[in-house]
């Protein structure tokens, strides 16, 4: 019985074996792409590190730039102002994207879809985020809040992780102060 149970584990190891071989990526089976600038070698960019189409020519301190380097919504949870540490690691993003490029202002525009006064919630997340940001060294008179409740949702629909988008601040630069 012994030696029953050896060879029926040996079969399984052989078989399994055999399989790993069969799926080896390093030889292509003799296949090769039908068009020779399919291969990653072969072609111009596609590599993580490639500016996204569209951005290949991001001027430094412009608002794309700013927006690929330091991100320009800050997300909040159901009915809070609280920054967490998702937002203030965003948030500390711009803050020294508006350091090192002191041309520009911003306005932060609050948002909510939240059970309750949707317009003192959206004011009060703008005004977290300013809070926050001059506390850590942005003048004040660079930065302006407002509150819009509802309006401009990203996206109007009843599921949570729908609603979730419209739960944010979002960061417009300027080059001069709105009121």
Known sequence: MKTMMKIAQAG??????????????TDSGGLTPSNPSDTLADQSG??????AAGFENVQPGSEQDFIMTAGRRIYFAQG????DDTAKATINNQIGFLQKYPKWFAKLQGFADDPGNNQQLSQQRADAVMSYMVANGVAPGRLWAKGYGKDREVRSCAERACKVQNRRVVTN???QRED
Do not use: E, I, M
Not at 46 to 51: A, E
Not at 80 to 83: D, F, K, P, T
């Open 46 to 51: 596609g590599y993580t590190d490639d500016p």
């Open 12 to 25: 399984v190891f052989a078989g399994l074996l055999a399989f790993a071989s069969a799926c080896s990526t």
């Open 80 to 83: 809070s102002a609280a920054l």
């Open 173 to 175: 630069l300027r080059l």
